[in-house]
C-alpha cells in the first residue's frame, strides 16, 4: 500500500502505507501539482495511500482522458464530507448516478445557449443595478466589492430559477448564506481535510479529526440554511403566492430546492471572483484600461451604456476576458473527476478509481506554450486563437478549458459567459480604477499581481479606488 504500481503514469517518490500523502499539498494545491509538472511532465501520478491521483498538465491530455474518454471519467471521488451533509444531492459533487443526471439534464435545459438569450434582459438589469451600487459606494472595501458582485451573480441565478431577486446584500439571506458557503470552499480544496477525502476507505474514529468535526458541523449548517432558505423563498413569494421554478417538471421539491441552492454557490462567487480579478488586473496595468477604455468609446460612446451586441465589435475587450481567465483561472485545479474503469493514455495506466485533477493554472502558465507566462498581456490573444506562442502545439485547446471537461463541464458557462460580457464592458465604459492610497503617506499602493496566486490571495490584497 502507498507504493507506485508498475504502469502508472512517474511522479513523486512514495512511501509504504502514506504513499505521497504527506507532501499532497493542503492549500493552493496548483502551485505544488505546477512545479511536480516540470519535474514529471504532462501526466503523472501521486499516491494516497491505496488510492492514485493522476494529474493532468496539458491540454491534450485532458482532452485525451477527460474529453475522449468521457464516459469513464465522469464520475467524481467519493467525498465523505460531502456525502455526509449532502446525502449524494448536491449536483456539483454528486457521484456519476442516474439522480446526477436526472438533474444536470434539468439545469443543462434551463441554461442551453438558446435559453440563455432569454435570461439576458435579467442579466443587464442587474448589471446596471451593479454600476449604480458602484456608483454609490465606490469606497470599496475588497469585501463589499464581493457583495456587490455576488449580489449581481445571486440575483440573475434567483431570477433565473425562481423568478425572486435580491435587490440588497447587506442583512439579506444571500449574505448569511454565502458566510457558510465559504467554509465550503475551503473544506472542498484537494487535500484540505487530510486524509479523509483523499483515502476513501478510511473509516472516522469519532473524536480523532477535531477540524473534520468542527468542518462537518459547518457543513451541515451551510446545507440546512440553503435548503431552508431556498425552500422558503420558494413557498411563498414576498406577495405570498407560491413560485414556479424552471426546474419544476422533472424534479421533485427537494431536489428543486437542493439544485437551486447548488447554481446558487456555483455560479456566484465563481462570477465574482472573476470580476475581482479582472479589477486588479486593471489597476496593476493602467495602459491595459485604458486601451479597453478607447476602444469601447469607439464603438459605444458616452451618450448610451454597453449593449450586449456591442461585444463583437470589441476583440481588446475580449482578449482582456481571456487574459484575465489565464492568468488568474477561478479554479485553478477545476473539480476532480474520478475514472470508473482502467484507462490506457501514452502507455500508463489509469486505474479504475483513481481522482483526475485538471491542473488548469499549470497549463496557463506553461513555459512551452506561452511566452511570458506570468505577465498579464491580452496582446497575445489577439496575436493567436488561443494566446500560445508560435510553434506550440494547440492539441485539445479550447476556451472553454476554464470551465472543465467532459460530462462534467460546468452547465452554467453560457450564462456565466454573458454575465462576464456584461459586466466587463460596463466596468469598463464606466469607471476608471486606481490604486488605493496609503492614508499615511497618500502614495498609491501598487498591486502585485504576482501575488495573486489563488482565489484566498484575491481576498487580502491591498484594495483599490473606482
Ligand atoms: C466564471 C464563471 C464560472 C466558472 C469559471 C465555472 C467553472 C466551473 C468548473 C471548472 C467546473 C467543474 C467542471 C468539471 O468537473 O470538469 C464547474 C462545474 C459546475 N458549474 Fe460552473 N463555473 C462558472 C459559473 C457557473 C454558473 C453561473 C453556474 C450556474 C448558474 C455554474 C454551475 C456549475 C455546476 C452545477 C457545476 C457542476 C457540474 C457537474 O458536476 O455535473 N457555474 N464550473
Not at 28 to 47: D, P
Not at 264 to 285: H, R, Y
Not at 298 to 319: C, H, I, M, N, Q
Request: with cysteine; glycine share 8%; hydrophobic share 40%.
Amino acid at each position: 500500500m502507498g507504493l507506485r504500481q508498475p504502469g502508472l503514469p512517474p511522479g513523486p517518490p512514495a512511501i509504504p502505507f502514506l504513499g505521497n500523502l504527506h507532501m499532497f499539498p493542503t492549500t493552493s494545491s496548483h502551485l505544488k501539482f505546477t512545479s511536480w509538472a516540470k519535474q514529471y511532465g504532462e501526466i503523472y501520478s501521486v499516491k494516497v495511500g491505496s488510492g492514485t491521483a493522476i494529474i493532468l498538465n496539458s491540454a491534450r491530455v485532458v482532452h485525451e482522458l477527460l474529453h475522449v474518454r468521457s464516459t469513464t471519467t465522469s464520475d467524481r471521488p467519493p467525498h465523505y464530507f460531502a456525502d455526509i451533509t449532502t446525502g449524494g444531492l448536491n449536483l456539483v459533487l454528486a457521484r456519476h448516478t442516474n439522480t446526477w443526471k436526472a438533474i444536470r439534464r434539468v439545469v443543462h435545459d434551463a441554461v442551453t445557449r438558446e435559453a440563455c438569450m432569454e435570461h439576458l434582459p435579467i442579466q443587464q438589469a442587474e448589471a446596471t443595478q451593479l454600476m449604480y451600487d458602484l456608483l454609490e459606494q465606490p469606497q470599496v472595501s475588497n469585501d463589499e466589492f464581493y457583495n456587490h458582485t455576488r449580489r449581481y451573480a445571486s440575483s440573475v441565478v434567483l431570477s433565473v430559477v425562481f423568478g425572486l431577486r435580491c435587490p440588497h446584500y447587506k442583512g439579506s439571506l444571500v449574505e448569511e448564506f454565502f458566510h457558510v458557503q465559504r467554509m465550503w470552499t475551503e473544506v472542498l480544496e484537494p487535500g484540505a481535510l487530510p486524509p479523509l477525502d483523499l483515502l476513501p476507505s478510511i473509516t472516522l474514529c469519532s473524536g480523532t479529526l477535531g477540524i473534520l468535526e468542527e468542518s462537518l458541523k459547518r457543513g451541515s449548517a451551510t446545507s440546512t440554511k440553503a435548503l431552508l432558505w431556498i425552500s422558503g423563498t420558494m413557498s411563498s413569494s414576498d406577495q405570498g403566492r407560491p413560485q414556479k421554478s424552471v426546474l419544476h417538471g422533472e424534479l421533485n421539491l427537494v431536489l428543486i430546492r437542493y439544485t437551486g441552492g447548488i447554481l446558487m454557490e456555483a455560479g456566484s462567487d465563481t462570477t465574482a471572483i472573476f470580476l475581482q480579478s479582472l479589477i486588479f488586473c486593471l489597476v496593476a496595468c493602467p495602459e491595459v484600461q485604458i486601451r479597453a477604455q478607447r476602444e469601447l468609446d469607439g464603438v459605444v460612446g458616452r451618450d448610451r451604456s454597453p449593449r450586449f451586441e456591442d461585444f463583437d465589435s470589441l476583440p481588446y475587450v475580449d482578449a482582456v476576458i481571456k487574459e484575465v481567465h489565464r492568468f488568474c483561472p477561478v479554479a485553478p485545479t477545476g473539480i476532480p473527476h474520478a475514472s470508473v474503469s482502467d484507462e490506457v493514455i501514452d502507455g500508463f495506466v489509469i486505474p479504475k478509481g483513481s481522482t483526475i485533477i485538471m491542473n488548469i493554472w499549470g497549463i496557463f502558465r506553461d513555459e512551452e506554450s506561452y511566452e511570458q507566462p506570468h505577465t498579464f498581456n491580452p496582446d497575445r490573444f489577439l496575436l493567436s486563437e488561443f494566446g500560445t506562442k508560435k510553434g506550440a502545439s494547440d492539441v485539445g485547446r479550447r476556451h472553454t478549458m476554464i470551465f472543465g471537461s467532459g460530462r462534467r463541464i460546468c452547465p452554467g458557462m453560457q450564462l456565466a459567459n454573458n454575465s462576464l460580457i456584461l459586466n466587463v464592458m460596463n466596468l469598463l465604459w464606466a469607471f476608471e480604477f486606481r490604486p488605493a492610497k496609503d492614508p499615511l503617506t497618500g502614495n498609491p499602493i501598487p498591486i502585485d499581481l504576482n501575488a495573486m496566486t489563488d482565489v484566498k490571495s484575491l481576498r487580502y490584497l491591498p484594495s483599490y479606488r473606482v
